[in-house]
């Protein structure tokens, strides 16, 4: 009988193994979910999101709905847990290669965090959204290279027997970027610290401006 690992690649199964060392903050909800079947050869894909923290949890949040949300609760804290983030990590290998990637791996990445509404129509929050993810990858030495993404602010309002809800702006950044190596331990733990970012819990990488978040009454 044929070991289904004998027909996985030996870089993707080194790649699965860096992954599994990666050391993510605990107030990040990581869990596998089903990869794309037609972009690579090879795939896995992970899920995350960010809930607020309760009482007594180390990373208070400096900004966002959770701050605000455990500053009116004096500390008590609110059996709904607020979703204050959520993401994707896709890890992609063709052992021929690929002249787009530039490389045999591909890491594709999703985050999508909630804005104060003041904050829809500022120009730079495409530009603050890009400087975290290349910031975290430097910070955590994590080598890339051939790096693009989208930036996009959504914005939903309601209407009819949903009018009564507050109107919401959202962020979304869409990015991918080819790791240097199979080794990709460091790119796993910069983007789970971005999403941390995204949420907006600290600390924040020096250097880079807090994006605040839309408050909840």
Same mark, same amino acid.
């Given at each position: 009988m044929v070991n289904a690992l004998d027909q996985v690649p030996p870089d993707f199964l080194q790649a699965l193994g860096?992954?599994?060392? =990666?050391?993510?903050?605990? $107030?990040?909800?990581?869990a596998e979910i089903p990869a794309p079947a037609r972009l690579a050869p090879f795939a896995v894909a992970l899920g995350a999101e960010v809930l607020a923290p309760g009482a007594g949890t180390p990373a208070t949040p400096v900004h966002g709905p959770a701050a605000m949300a455990l500053a009116s609760a004096a500390g008590v804290p609110d059996e709904d847990e607020t979703e204050l983030a959520t993401g994707r990590f896709i890890l992609l290998h063709d052992p021929d290669g690929s002249e787009v990637w530039d490389g045999e791996f591909?890491?594709?990445?999703?985050?999508? =965090?909630?804005?104060?509404? $003041?904050?829809?129509?500022?120009?730079?929050l495409g530009t603050v959204a890009w400087t975290w993810l290349v910031e975290a990858l430097e910070n955590h030495k994590a080598p890339y290279r051939a790096a693009g993404g989208t930036a996009t602010r959504v914005l939903s309002e309601s209407f009819g027997t949903l009018a009564g809800r507050p109107g919401s702006i959202d962020i979304e950044l869409r990015a991918s970027w080819t790791p240097a190596s199979a080794d990709v331990t460091a790119h796993l733990e910069a983007w789970s610290d971005m999403v941390c970012t995204f949420a907006g819990l600290p600390p924040l990488p020096d250097g880079v401006t807090a994006l605040p978040h839309r408050r909840r009454s």
């Open positions: 860096a992954l599994r060392k =990666a050391r993510c903050r605990k $107030e990040l909800h990581l591909r890491i594709v990445t999703y985050i999508r =965090a909630e804005l104060e509404p $003041e904050m829809g129509n500022d120009q730079m």
